[in-house]
C-alpha cells in the first residue's frame, strides 16, 4: 500500500507520528498482484483529518465485490466515509461497497474518502494490517521496490476559472510502475491522481490571484519523485456575477432538493439548461442531517440518508452539467459533483449546505445545548463538508478538494423553541443556545478561513411566523453573525386545515378566517422591529401550490376561504403540486389579489392557491419597496423547464 501524505500548513506544527511503512497482517489467502489498494492522506487539522482509499485493479476482468479489513493506531478513529460502508469493531475497521454496487473495471479504479480524528498529542493515523480480500493491499508479499519513479516534465496551466486552475504534465516512468502523481503548492499537496491521470484541477483558489504549482510521481511502494520544474498561473477576475453581492445587493436564492432527481426528475443540469443558474447568486443543497449523538453525517438509509443521490449515482453524458458521463473510477459522483460542475460552467455561483429542515431538525436542540455539544456539530459539520475532505474528481480521474462544491453553511433549524416536525425537540432555552449556535458556526469559519485564505457564507432559513420568531430568535445578536437569512413566506395556510386560504400573501387579506392571519408585511416587520437590517432580509418564494378538493363557490364564486372535504390530489403528495404542473392545469379559472400578490385557481370544487410569473413580480417589487436584500425561491424543481418563475424574478429584480 503506498502512502503519499499531505499536511495543512495550518496544522504543521502538530507533528504527528506516523509510521513509514505500514504493517499488513499475513494473508490468509494468496495475494492477487493484480488487485492494489492505495492510502492517500489528504488535510489534517486540530482535531482531524481526511484520508482516501483508491482500489486499482490492473487485471483484465471487473472486481464485482470487495473487502478491505485495517486496524488505526489508538487514538485515531474514523469519524464517516463516503463511496462504502464501513463498521468498526475494537478499533478494527472492515469496508464493503456501498448498497447501490461498486465494482472496480478492468484496468481502472475506485475511489473511498473519509473523515478521521485523533486525540489530542502526536497520534499516528496510519492504517495498520491493510488487507483487501484476505490479501495485503500492497498487492502481495513486502516490494523489494526502492526506485523512484522520474521527475515529470511538461507541467503547464491549460485553463483558469475565477477559483480554479487546471494542470496538465507528461506522464513519468518507473521500473515497476508509476501509481499516481501529486500536485503541490507551497510544499503541500494540492491535489493528487491515481493511475495514469496527467490531468488535476486545483479548487477553492481567489479569484485574480497568482499561483505557483510543481508536480512530482509516486510508486505503489511509496516512492516518490522530486518535484518537477515549476508553473505559475493566475486565476481569473470574478465576473462581478456575484455569490455575495453586498449590503443592499439583490440576492438570488435556491433551493435545490436531494430527492428532486426521483419523482420530480430535476437534475442539477436543469438548472442550467433552463437559465436559472446563470440568473441565481446562491444554491442551498437540502439537507445535511444531524445524528443522534449531535453530529453531521452522512448515510444512505430511509429516514437518514441518500448518499446515492448526494455522491454514488453516476450520470449519464446526457444527464450531465459538462456533458460528459459519470466513470466508476471517479472518486465523486452524484449530486455534489454535478454542483461542483455547474460552478465550473457558472463561477459567481456559491453552493451552501442546508443543515436540518423540516424532518432532520429533531436532534438540533440536544446539538446546542451546551458549549461543547455545540462545538462538536459545528466542528463536524465544517469538517465533513468545508475542509477540503470530500474528494472531487477532475476531468481526468484525479481528485482535488472538497472545497470546490460548498462554500458555506445555511442553517435550518426548524423551529427553535418551537414546534416544528412532530418528531422534534424543542426547549424553551433554544432562543440563547440558537445565538450561542450561530456565534459558534462563526468563529470556527472565521478561523478555517484564516487557515484556508478563503471566504465561508454563514446563512439561515426562519420562521415566519411573528410568535416563532419572538420565541426563538435573538434577532439583533445573531444577525451580527450571519452573511445574510431567507425568511418563510409561504405555508402560512395549506390543506392540514379545513378552510382554503393563500399560503404567501405579502400583506393582511380582508375576511382572513385564520387560524394564522399574519402576512410577509407582519413578518418583515417583527424582524425589523427586534434589530435586523432589511437588506439583510431575503423573502422566500414558493414554486408550488397548495390545494383542497370538495370547495364551495362561497359568495364571490371564487372559492377562497370556504370549507373543504379534504386536500386536494397531488402528483408527489395530496395537498401540494408543483407550479410546472398548475400551469398546465384545464377547466379552472384564475383570480388574482395584486395588493397580497396571490393567485388562485379555482374549478367550483377543487382550489389551489399558488405563484405564476405575475405574481412573482408583483412579490419582487414589494421586496425591493421594503429594501429587501433579494428573494429566495423553495424549491428550483418546482418551476418548469424553461425556468419561467426564476426569469420572472431575475426580471423584476433588474427591472426590466
Not at 340 to 347: G, Q
Not at 475 to 495: K, L, P, R, S
Amino acid at each position: 500500500m503506498k502512502t503519499p501524505r499531505t499536511r495543512a500548513a495550518a496544522a504543521a506544527a502538530l507533528a504527528l507520528a506516523v509510521s513509514a511503512t505500514p504493517l499488513f497482517a499475513a494473508p490468509a489467502a494468496a495475494a492477487p498482484a493484480d488487485i492494489t489498494v492505495v492510502y492517500t492522506e489528504g488535510q489534517t487539522w486540530e482535531t482531524g483529518y481526511s484520508g482516501q482509499f483508491t482500489i486499482i485493479n490492473d487485471g483484465d476482468t471487473a472486481l464485482q465485490d470487495w473487502t478491505i479489513e485495517f486496524s488505526l493506531p489508538d487514538g485515531a478513529a474514523i469519524s464517516s466515509m463516503w463511496n462504502a460502508d464501513v463498521a468498526e469493531s475494537a478499533g478494527n475497521y472492515t469496508v464493503t461497497p456501498p448498497n447501490w454496487g461498486a465494482p472496480v473495471p478492468a484496468g481502472g479504479s475506485y475511489g473511498i474518502g473519509f473523515n478521521g480524528s485523533f486525540s489530542a498529542g502526536p497520534t499516528a493515523t496510519e492504517p495498520e494490517g491493510c488487507t483487501i480480500d484476505d490479501a495485503p493491499c500492497s498487492g502481495g508479499p513486502p516490494s523489494e521496490d526502492t526506485e523512484a519513479p522520474s521527475v515529470p516534465g511538461g507541467l503547464s496551466a491549460t485553463d483558469q476559472t475565477a477559483d480554479s486552475i487546471t494542470l496538465s504534465w507528461d506522464a513519468a516512468d518507473d521500473d515497476v510502475g508509476v501509481a499516481g502523481y501529486e500536485v503541490l503548492r507551497g510544499g503541500e499537496v494540492a491535489a493528487s491522481t491515481t493511475g495514469t491521470a496527467t490531468t488535476a484541477v486545483v479548487g477553492a483558489l481567489d479569484a485574480d490571484t497568482e499561483y505557483t504549482f510543481s508536480v512530482r510521481a509516486y510508486d505503489a511502494a511509496g516512492n516518490r519523485s522530486a518535484a518537477g520544474d515549476p508553473v505559475t498561473a493566475r486565476t481569473s477576475a470574478d465576473d462581478g456575477g456575484g455569490g455575495d453581492p453586498g449590503p443592499g445587493g439583490d440576492r438570488r436564492v435556491g433551493y435545490f432538493t436531494q430527492w428532486g432527481i426521483y419523482a420530480r426528475d430535476y437534475l442539477v443540469q436543469d438548472v442550467d439548461t433552463s437559465g436559472t443558474a446563470e440568473k441565481l447568486t446562491h444554491i442551498n443543497y437540502a439537507f445535511a442531517n444531524v445524528s443522534a449523538d449531535g453530529q453531521c453525517f452522512m448515510a444512505n438509509q430511509p429516514g437518514e440518508g441518500d448518499a446515492y443521490a448526494d455522491y454514488g449515482r453516476s450520470f449519464g453524458a446526457a444527464d450531465s452539467v459538462d456533458g460528459e458521463g459519470d466513470t466508476w473510477d471517479q472518486s465523486l459522483r452524484g449530486n455534489f459533483n454535478q454542483l461542483r460542475e455547474l460552478k465550473a460552467k457558472h463561477p459567481h455561483l456559491k453552493v451552501l449546505i442546508s443543515l436540518g429542515g423540516w424532518t432532520w431538525s429533531k436532534n438540533l436542540s440536544d446539538a446546542a445545548l451546551t458549549a461543547d455539544s455545540r462545538e462538536r456539530l459545528v466542528s463536524s459539520c465544517i469538517d465533513m463538508y468545508l475542509r477540503g475532505n470530500l474528494p472531487v474528481i477532475d476531468g481526468a480521474g484525479g481528485t482535488g478538494a472538497a472545497a470546490g462544491v460548498f462554500d458555506g453553511i445555511d442553517l435550518d433549524w426548524e423551529w427553535p423553541a418551537s414546534a416544528g416536525h412532530p418528531d422534534n425537540t424543542f426547549r424553551p432555552q433554544d432562543k440563547q443556545n440558537f445565538t450561542a449556535l450561530v456565534q459558534e458556526f462563526r468563529d470556527q469559519l472565521n478561523a478555517l478561513e484564516a487557515e484556508n485564505g478563503r471566504e465561508y457564507q454563514l446563512t439561515s432559513f426562519m420562521a415566519a411566523d411573528p410568535q416563532k420568531i419572538e420565541a426563538g430568535y435573538e434577532v439583533g445578536a445573531v444577525m451580527e453573525d450571519f452573511d445574510f437569512v431567507t425568511v418563510q413566506g409561504y405555508d402560512f395556510h395549506g390543506a392540514w386545515e379545513s378552510t382554503t386560504n393563500h399560503q404567501s400573501n405579502l400583506t393582511p387579506v380582508p375576511n382572513d378566517p385564520g387560524p394564522r392571519t399574519y402576512s410577509m408585511q407582519e413578518t418583515i416587520q417583527a424582524y425589523i422591529d427586534r434589530g435586523a437590517d432589511p437588506a439583510d432580509l431575503v423573502m422566500g418564494v414558493p414554486f408550488y401550490g397548495r390545494g383542497w378538493t370538495g370547495v364551495p363557490g362561497g359568495p364571490d364564486g371564487d372559492g377562497l376561504h370556504q370549507t373543504s372535504t379534504g386536500a386536494a390530489q397531488g402528483p408527489y403528495e395530496d395537498g401540494i403540486d408543483d407550479y410546472k404542473n398548475l400551469k398546465n392545469l384545464s377547466g379552472y379559472e384564475l383570480y388574482r389579489d395584486a395588493e397580497a400578490g396571490t393567485a388562485w385557481l379555482y374549478n367550483g370544487s377543487t382550489f389551489w392557491t399558488y405563484d405564476d410569473p405575475t405574481a412573482m413580480r408583483q412579490k419582487v417589487d414589494w421586496a425591493q419597496q421594503q429594501g429587501l436584500g433579494g428573494i429566495m425561491a423553495w424549491s428550483l424543481d418546482g418551476d418548469d423547464a424553461q425556468g419561467s418563475l426564476m426569469a420572472a424574478i431575475d426580471g423584476a429584480l433588474d427591472g426590466s
